[in-house]
């Protein structure tokens, strides 16, 4: 694997500046900038992770069309009418998941004083999440296993244990998850630094018996 610098410290320095300037005149303004030390890296990046997710399983997508979130929020039912996101989001979903966001996989997340990769499941259906509950009452050690030396998110659970599932069950923590993500933390001199893909297939690598986990108990290929 090849190093070199994908990212400069110039694209938080622009996240910053749209924070403070979330306006349509100031990005049009600065739009080509955008596009020279985001937009054009992050394509070059997605392009390029394609190789280390692939060793993972070739069903990870990595691709401009399906990896890249837009920079424009969508405010049709927000009260909160700013135009811009302020972080970089890019996703990298197994291809046969359904809608990508909700499919098993990895995210990467850029933001000042923010960054991470993440590694799971946000937010599965009905149908899925139970298929995901199933399959770690089903193989609890298999789940323990996948999951030891992980930091897994404990936003998004349930106050109560899950219809269908006993109260008592030793890993009812982990049921009451309506989202099943592992997170990395990354610094800002890690974005920029040459070496950012070999931290980047690290980090992905070691959260993959989880997310494969994750995938199989879906009956998705791997």
């Not at 349509?24 to 394509?43: C, G, H, M, Q, T």
């Not at 990895?106 to 899925?128: A, K, N, S, T």
Request: contains cysteine; proline residues 7%.
């Amino acid at each position: 694997m090849s190093s070199q610098s994908y990212f400069t410290p110039e694209l938080f320095d622009f996240l910053v500046k749209l924070k403070r300037n979330n306006r349509r005149e100031w990005f049009l303004k600065n739009k080509a900038r955008y596009e020279a030390i985001i937009k054009e890296p992050s394509i070059r990046f997605v392009c390029e992770a394609a190789e280390p997710l692939h060793s993972i399983s070739p069903q990870l997508r990595s691709d401009p069309k399906s990896s890249m979130f837009r920079i424009y929020r969508d405010i049709r039912f927000s009260s909160d009418k700013r135009p811009y996101k302020t972080h970089v989001g890019l996703q990298f979903s197994h291809g046969g998941g359904g809608k990508d966001v909700h499919a098993p996989g990895y995210y990467l997340h850029l933001e000042p004083g923010g960054c991470f990769v993440c590694g799971g499941i946000w937010q599965p259906d009905r149908i899925p999440l139970l298929k995901i509950r199933e399959a770690i009452v089903n193989k609890p050690d298999d789940w323990k296993k996948v999951t030891r030396g992980l930091t897994i998110s404990d936003e998004d659970k349930l106050s109560r244990p899950p219809r269908g599932f006993p109260c008592e069950h030793p890993l009812m923590e982990d049921l009451k998850r309506k989202s099943f993500i592992a997170l990395i933390d990354l610094t800002e001199d890690q974005i920029c630094g040459s070496r950012f893909m070999n931290d980047f297939a690290k980090a992905t690598r070691k959260m993959a018996p989880m997310v494969e986990f994750l995938a199989r108990g879906l009956s998705l290929k791997w």
